[in-house]
């Protein structure tokens, strides 16, 4: 993504960076269940921010961060690392606006392929499948949640070509 865009519904999505890690860490806190063990601490974030080929989109209403997702590129493949928006502003469109930015900003840097994990039952897996991303593997007990329960992981693809 390059500068701002202003989406329907008055959502803004820009690029964030390190000095946007409270925010992200109030949707963080806010969208992932605790239950589940997907969620990133401030620490994990602020590190991977600092390695090249990572970025970082916001999407904000007003003053108020409501959605982000965070990504990294290696050569021509890159992975969506974490997306996630507060639980009152959904299926309103951001996640899907997140994942827009995502996918125009790595053709941008040249992605052909962009790679997800996502826990097994995760609703989110409907926006992913209704954006052309397709099971590529399986990871089992990929994900601890709070009570030590394991959750698989299905690994999903999908192609950034045009052709
Ligand atoms: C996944 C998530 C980012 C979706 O955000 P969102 O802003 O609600 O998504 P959108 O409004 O753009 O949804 C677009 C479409 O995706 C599908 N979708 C999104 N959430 C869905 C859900 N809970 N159940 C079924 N379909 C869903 C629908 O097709 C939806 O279109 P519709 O509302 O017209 O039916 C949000 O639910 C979230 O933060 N979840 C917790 C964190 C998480 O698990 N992230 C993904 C793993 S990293």
């Not at 993504?1 to 390190?18: D, H, I």
């Not at 890690?21 to 590190?47: R, S, Y």
């Not at 003053?63 to 590129?73: H, K, N, P």
């Not at 099971?135 to 394991?150: C, F, I, K, N, Q």
């Amino acid at each position: 993504m390059t500068g701002l865009s202003t989406r329907a519904g008055g959502v803004l999505l820009r690029e964030g960076g390190a000095q946007d890690i409270a925010a992200v860490m109030t949707v963080m806190d806010a969208a992932f269940d605790k239950q589940f063990g997907e969620a990133w601490n401030a620490q994990q974030c602020l590190g991977i921010l600092g390695l090249p080929g990572v970025w970082l989109t916001i999407a904000s209403i007003g003053e108020d961060a409501v959605g982000f997702a965070l990504s990294r590129v290696i050569l021509d493949e890159a992975e969506l690392l974490l997306l996630g928006v507060s639980p009152r502003f959904r299926r309103r469109g951001i996640g899907q606006a997140l994942l827009d930015a995502t996918m125009e900003n790595a053709r941008h840097r040249g992605v052909n392929h962009l790679h997800l994990e996502v826990r097994q039952g995760n609703p989110a897996i409907s926006l992913y499948e209704r954006n052309g991303f397709s099971e590529v593997g399986r990871r089992a007990d990929y994900y601890r949640g709070a009570d030590g329960s394991l959750f698989d992981a299905f690994s999903l693809t999908r192609s950034l070509r045009r052709d």
